[in-house]
Structure formats: C-alpha cells, structure tokens
C-alpha cells in the first residue's frame, strides 16, 4: 500500500503568536510537513529548490503574501518542482484588501478566527490548485464585484469624509480644489449607493473601506509591489507607506 505523500507547508506569518497557532493547528492533521521562515526571506522560493512530488502552500499574512505571490508569479520554478501557492491569514476583510491580494496571485483566503479544520481544508484546496476563500470572504468579494470600488483618491476623500470634514477642508487637506472634492463625493455616493455623507460612510465602513489599519489601500500598495516587481516607473504613484497613512 502506497503512503500519502505530506503536503509540504511553510509558515511565514509576521505574527509569531500566529506563527505559533498556525504550526500547532496544522500539526494535529499528520498530512502536512511543516517548515517556518528561518530561511532566505528575500527569495520566496528558497523552500523549493529541490524537485517534489508533492504540491506546496506558503502561508503569510495580508502584506508579504500579497508580494511573494506577485514573486512566485514572475520566477521559474525548478523543473520538476511545482509552484507554491500562496494562502493569506489576515484580519482584512475590506473588499479592497481581498481584491488586491487576490489580483496578487494568491490562492487562498482566510480570516483570523477560523477554525483548525478551515485551515487544513483551505491548505488542500490550493495545494491541489484549487482557490479557497472563506464564507465572509467570498460574501464581501460578490459585494464588491456587483458594486464599484472607490478609487484610491476617492477612498481618500472618504476616510475625512467619515472624519465629518467638509469640501473645503477636504480640498485642503489633500491639496485639491474645491470642485474636484465635490466630484470625488458625487462618485462615492453613487457607488456606494449612499443618499447622504453619513449614509456613504456608514455604508464605507460596513463594507470594510475604512479599515483603520491602512488595509483599504492594500490594492494600491499590491499594484505598487508588482510595478517594482517589474522595475517601471508609473506617474505619481505613492509608496505602500504612503498610501497606508494617506
């Protein structure tokens, strides 16, 4: 009788306390060969030189998967070695933030809290190349398909919206005039489908465009990450930091 081959997993999570959870969790399954990151972090695929069998899953949170999935991406994978794919455990559940990293590359979506079996089968799913994204993931994922993300600017806008500024302190706030702020804020009330400010921003913050922790920029700073990727210069494009603290 022929053994299962392990599903080899690495843990690159930026929470050790997650790291941790992560490691304990998948090791009760005893189908899975677990690997944390005391390798080369600058090179995503240095757990995957030599030629398996078996597929692979690196796990990580929102930020570094999201980049290491645009990696994996554009380098060549060993012959007889299979591309890793890429399952993100994060507390984001902005639409933004899920779009980014899904456009990224990553396979698999999870939010922390999930339960111990989520995690095992979401790491079948997408070392079998299959794409696993969580119930609340999936759900807010529809919602933003169905309805138009706000642009980068208009998320902007939002956010000081939300903070109770008015158009002129907006205009000043993000050194543009006053019309161009009112354009901005007859868009969001249209794609957010809002009838006043505070309509749009409770709307805003139901659908996790207001997360407080810069995740509503997450598809800025993944397209930011993939334009380095390919070393090209785009036209006014902010930093990762930037965006996150604009």
């Known amino acids: 009788m022929q053994v299962p081959s392990l599903i080899h ?3 690159a999570h930026s929470d050790p ?4 959870g992560l490691r304990t969790a ?11 990151p005391d390798h080369d972090e600058a090179d995503p695929l240095s757990d995957w030189r030599c030629p398996l069998g078996d597929m692979r899953v690196l796990i990580a949170d929102h930020a570094s998967g999201s980049e290491q999935a645009l990696a994996l991406r554009g380098t060549l994978v ?3 070695a299979k591309r890793p794919a890429v399952l993100v455990l994060t507390s984001c559940a902005s639409e933004v933030g899920i779009r980014g990293a899904l456009e990224s590359g990553v396979a698999g979506y999870l939010l922390t809290g999930c339960s111990a079996e989520d995690l095992a089968t979401a790491v079948r799913c997408v070392a079998r190349g299959g794409r696993y994204l969580a119930t609340g993931v999936a759900e807010r994922l529809a919602e933003s398909m169905i309805n138009d993300l ?3 600017r208009e998320i902007d806008v939002l956010r000081l919206m939300a903070m109770g500024l008015g158009n002129k302190a907006i ?3 993000l050194c543009i005039s006053v019309g161009t702020v009112k354009t901005h804020v007859k868009a969001l009330m249209q794609k957010l ?4 400010r505070t309509e749009a921003a409770a709307t805003a913050d139901r659908r996790g465009l207001l997360d407080r922790d810069g995740s509503a920029s997450a598809l800025g700073a993944v397209r930011f990450a993939h334009v380095r990727h390919v070393r090209s210069s785009p036209r006014g494009l902010a ?3 930037a965006l996150a603290s604009a």
Request: aromatic share 6%; hydrophobic share 40%.
């Open 239 to 241: 930093s990762p930091a």
């Open 9 to 11: 997993v690495r843990i």
């Open 78 to 80: 060993p012959r007889g």
């Open 171 to 173: 205009a000043l706030e």
């Open 150 to 152: 706000p642009t980068e």
């Open 26 to 36: 998948l090791s009760r399954f005893g189908e899975f060969q677990l690997s944390g």
């Open 193 to 196: 489908g809002a009838a006043s």
């Open 17 to 20: 306390l997650l790291q941790l």
